[in-house]
């Protein structure tokens, strides 16, 4: 394998290294796009294995929806927008590779501790502490796929990255209800959790760490910058403002709707929990791979090579979809629901690339862990805090006697449609502008030489 520049770790000089810089070659580079995949997708299959059994937990430990939203979704969340910027400033300054591959391997050990949990508080603790892992996961893997593809490239290989979102949703929707139905829920995190710390092993003893900016036209010399300054500057950029709006809108309307609705399958149409899966992993898998794949082709086209067309066509599905969801979660056919999830899931992965690509486009090289880590702070307070917490709320309010039903979490649910619409709106906003806030990055870039 051919060796790509390595970056002198911080701790021990100075200065990065400064040798030459497009020496890794292609297997290497899409070797290293694969294994970011495959940690998205354990990431993505952990965090979301746990809504396909939130019936069955709510159950067992007799919780309303407002209390099993906390435990499930807002616990991990806390810590995970908590250490998001502090791992995101040491992904900026320190190895990556060691970072990303440390993280892994302490989260999967705390999904193992899920499994293991035997009471309420432990399975808390134990969400907590794999959201502290995760935060360092996807911000390492965002800045590192930025040193191995340049510019032109970089939405190609950041949606490759994204669909570990698809095969993750799958895993932990169609294989983790499976594994619950026959072994139980606390099962279904041990067969999560041990994968992915040899997965974390292997990160470690077999990806090289880069040289920051050697891809792009401006380099990337001298310290990174505060975090105050980074922020400065990216208020600077409306463009990239808007776009980190419209994926945690995205995230709110989309990925907060998916959070509840294996319960809404369960309690509305009477479906078991391996049911549920079944219902929902091929349409993650195949419609979200398709759509992902699609969108990948699509942005090769001439027609799109301006990146302001791929945002206002992004504007356009979203808009679509939200149509779609309303009445999703208002019909009560199971089998025009079926039919309608075909459009509105795999309308949940096509956004994923591109505004991973565009938001580091817009970014200076020393910067993207940190704006990756201002969208994932928001995107997750949005879907993993605001939405289950709000539905869940909602749900017990609507609910007789607060009693949490099929029709208090449906009238729930609809209330969180909407946002869809206004995410649409960010996307075709932060349109204007884009071009003058690219060259802006460039020359910030230039400008720390």
């Known amino acids: 394998m051919s060796e790509i520049p390595a970056e002198t770790d911080p701790a021990t000089a100075p200065h990065e290294h400064t040798g030459p810089a497009r020496s890794a070659s292609l297997a290497e580079r899409w070797y290293v796009a694969g294994m970011m995949c495959l940690v998205y997708t354990l990431s993505i299959s952990d965090r979301y294995s746990i809504s396909t059994v939130l019936e069955p937990i709510r159950r067992e430990l007799h919780l309303s929806d407002a209390n099993v939203a906390f435990l499930t979704g807002v616990s991990l969340a806390i810590f995970y927008v908590t250490f998001g910027f502090p791992l995101s400033a040491l992904i900026d300054r320190r190895s990556r590779r060691n970072i990303i591959g440390v993280c892994l391997i302490a989260w999967s050990a705390l999904t193992v501790a899920t499994g293991l949990a035997r009471s309420y508080w432990q399975l808390l603790l134990a969400r907590i502490g794999v959201g502290v892992g995760e935060a360092g996961g996807t911000p390492g893997a965002n800045s590192i796929l930025s040193d191995y593809f340049p510019p032109s490239r970089r939405p190609m290989a950041l949606q490759v990255f994204s669909l570990g979102a698809p095969i993750g949703a799958w895993i932990g929707s169609q294989v983790a209800g499976a594994i619950a139905y026959h072994f139980g829920w606390r099962t279904m995190f041990l067969a999560l959790g041990v994968p992915g710390v040899l997965v974390g092993m292997l990160v470690l003893l077999s990806i090289r760490e880069p040289r920051r900016g050697c891809l792009d036209e401006c380099g990337s010399h001298g310290p990174a910058p505060s975090f105050l300054e980074t922020m400065r500057f990216l208020l600077r950029q409306r463009s990239a403002v808007h776009v980190i709006l419209a ?154 006697h607060h009693a949490p039903d099929a029709q208090s979490l449906r009238l729930a649910m609809l209330c969180l449609v909407p946002t869809g619409f206004w995410a649409a709106w960010h996307y075709w906003r932060s349109a204007r502008g884009l071009v003058e806030d690219e060259r802006l990055a460039v020359g910030a870039g230039a400008g720390a030489r």
Not at 339 to 352: E, H, K, N, R
């Open 247 to 400: 994926q945690s809108l995205t995230a709110l309307w989309g990925w907060g709707l998916m959070w509840w609705t294996p319960a809404f399958l369960m309690r509305s149409y009477s479906l078991n929990v391996d049911q549920a899966g079944g219902l929902l992993g091929p349409i993650h898998l195949i419609g979200g791979s398709v759509a992902m794949i699609a969108s990948t082709w699509l942005l090769s086209r001439p027609w799109l090579g301006d990146e302001r067309r791929v945002l206002r066509l992004l504007a356009l599905i979203i808009a679509l979809a939200t149509v779609v969801t309303a009445v999703i979660y208002s019909t009560h056919s199971l089998a025009l629901t079926r039919t309608l999830f075909w459009f509105f899931i795999p309308s949940i992965y096509v956004y994923l690339g591109p505004g991973f690509g565009i938001l580091n486009n817009l970014a200076p090289p020393k910067m993207r862990a940190m704006y990756c880590a201002t969208l994932l702070f928001l995107a997750n307070i949005c879907n993993l805090i605001i939405a289950p917490q709000m539905v869940g709320l909602l749900s017990d309010w609507f609910a007789p």
